[in-house]
């Protein structure tokens, strides 16, 4: 009997050893775990803020982009002189949360500042863009134009017509299949001196320049995706294919409409440029001459058809994304 009392108070002692022994690794389990959350908690709370701040910084810079895209779409909305201001607003898409208006400061040429907000949860960040913008010229209601000459315009053998024109239906059209039905020498002539767009050409192409904006000197897009092409002075650029955008002839440069091609936009000519084509050529939108050297500029045989066309201008509106430059975003 004493034996087995006493098996039952060593079981009795075993139990309580065990159950003093799981208490006591549950307690240390605990700390171990109060520990753990004291030390992972601040973390877990700095991780969330970083979170959200790195979210409202994103959808800072999706209200940047949205700010350009306005810009982009109508640039004559900014301020017009330094020291000015202009509020624009911006469509917010949902599931973003970003500044639904925006003051753009002019702080120098053509040279602007501004600040956009985005929000993350709790936080809220600023982004601060400063860019450079050059709007595309206005377009004046003219087949041809003269700034900064008294040249003489004289219409020979080639049709030269303002009257407003639609764009041939289709694109890589061929010699008289590029040209307008029902067209006339009806004339659209402005220049400095007579009212016309004052716009500064020779501003453009140094910003051109400057920014290295624009494709090669051997390409030109199409309708879908007009191009800047730069022919740069002294050298010569024989245009094989329909062609659409702003193609610039520097001075001394010359240009060469192949047979039956055309082109849709503005074809600026600058001081002794020169630009050679036929009858079987066509352009829509605005030739311009740019302070030319000869007295007179006869459309002869060695002249293309000139079609004043406000479609052709207005679609070269595209080309603002290449104007527009982000100097720094902050």
Request: aromatic share 10%; proline share 4%.
């Amino acid at each position: 009997m004493k034996t087995i009392a006493k098996k039952r108070r060593a079981a009795h002692l075993e139990a309580g050893f065990a159950l003093i022994s799981a208490v006591v690794v549950l307690f240390v389990l605990l700390l171990l775990l109060l520990f753990l959350a004291a030390l992972l908690l601040p973390a877990l709370k700095t991780g969330y803020t970083f979170l959200d701040s790195t979210i409202a910084r994103y959808q800072a810079e999706a209200g940047v982009a949205r700010l350009l895209s306005t810009i982009r779409n109508t640039p004559s909305n900014l301020p017009s002189a330094p020291g000015e201001n202009a509020t624009l607003p911006l469509t917010v898409d949902e599931g973003f949360s970003h500044s639904d208006s925006v003051v753009v400061s002019a702080i120098g040429e053509r040279l602007y500042e501004a600040n956009v907000w985005g929000k993350g949860g709790g936080a809220l960040r600023f982004s601060t863009v400063v860019f450079r913008s050059f709007p595309l010229p206005n377009a004046t209601q003219a087949a041809v134009c003269v700034y900064g000459s008294t040249a003489a315009i004289i219409v020979g053998e080639s049709f030269v017509s303002g009257n407003d024109h639609s764009l041939p239906l289709y694109f890589a059209c061929r010699e008289m299949g590029c040209a307008p039905t029902g067209f006339g020498n009806s004339m659209g002539i402005a220049d400095s001196y007579t009212g016309g767009s004052q716009y500064n050409w020779l501003e453009l192409l140094s910003y051109v320049r400057r920014n290295k904006i624009g494709t090669s000197t051997r390409e030109v897009n199409s309708r879908f995706y007009p191009s800047i092409t730069v022919i740069p002075s002294r050298e010569n650029f024989v245009l094989d294919r329909d062609g659409a955008g702003l193609l610039l002839v520097d001075d001394g440069a010359k240009l060469f409409f192949d047979r039956g091609v055309h082109y849709e936009g503005f074809v600026v000519v600058f001081g002794s440029g020169m630009i050679i084509g036929n009858k079987d050529n066509h352009i829509y939108g605005s030739l311009v001459f740019v302070a030319p050297d000869e007295s007179e500029i006869v459309f002869n045989d060695t002249k293309p058809n000139v079609f004043y066309s406000a479609a052709a201008i207005e679609n070269i509106q595209k080309l603002n994304a290449d104007m527009t430059k982000i100097i720094s975003l902050r």
